[in-house]
C-alpha cells in the first residue's frame, strides 16, 4: 500500500512569490493535515482538512491557506512569501480527524525562499 | 498558555544503555499523547500513543511510555538502545478536539 506522497520534494521561490505543495494521502484516509517544520522550532500546526472541510488551523497568518479535493488530496498554498517561510512542509493523513486517529507523514516539501 | 515541552535537546547514549527521553504538557485535562521519531531524510513515523486505560503503553522497536498525570509527563524509555535508534523524537499532544501540538523534539546520538 502506499504511503502518503508530496510534490514537490525541492521548491525554490524568491520573496513574494506564491507557493503550491500537494499531498496524496494513503488510500481510505479522509483527514489530512500541514506541518511546518522550521529549523530549531520544532513542528507547527497549519491546517486539517478533513472530507473536504478545513477543520482547524494553527496560528499561521492568512496567506498560508489550502484545500482538499474530492479525491482527498490536499493542498497548500503559501503567498507573498516571506525568507522565514523556508522550512520543511510536512503532511500526513489519517483515517478520519479528532486527534485520535494515527497521522502517517510524507517525506515533506524543502521549501527555499531566497 | 498551552505548550509541549521538551525539555533536552540534544542526549548523547551509548549503544546498550537506557533511555528516557522527557516530554511535558501544560493542558487543563487529560489529551491524546504521541511519540514520534524522524529518521534523517525521513518522514516521522509513530512509536506509540495514549489516549485512557493503562498509563504504561508499548510501542514499536522496543519504546514505552508512561503517562503520569501528576506530572503532566508522558516519557519515551528503552531499556536498551541501538544505533539504528539514532533520530530525532517528537513529542505531540493533541487536546481533545483541538489543535495538534508537537514539541521542539530531542535529537537522539548513538555511541559506539
Redesign the interface.
Known sequence: EA??TQSPTHLIKTRGQQATLRCSPISGHTSV?W?QQAL??????LL?YDEGEER?R?NFPPRFSGRQFPNYSSELNVNALELEDSALY?C?SSLGG???D???????TRLTVL | AQSVTQPDIHITVSEGASLELRCNYSYGATPYLFWYVQSPGQGLQLLLKYFSGDTLVQGIKGFEAEFKRSQSSFNLRKPSVHWSDAAEYFCAVVPRFNKFYFGSGTKLNVKP
Open positions: 504511503g502518503v493535515y506541518y530549531g522550532l520544532g513542528l507547527q500546526f486539517w482547524n494553527g510536512l500526513a479528532g486527534g485520535t494515527t497521522q502517517y507523514f510524507g517525506p515533506g
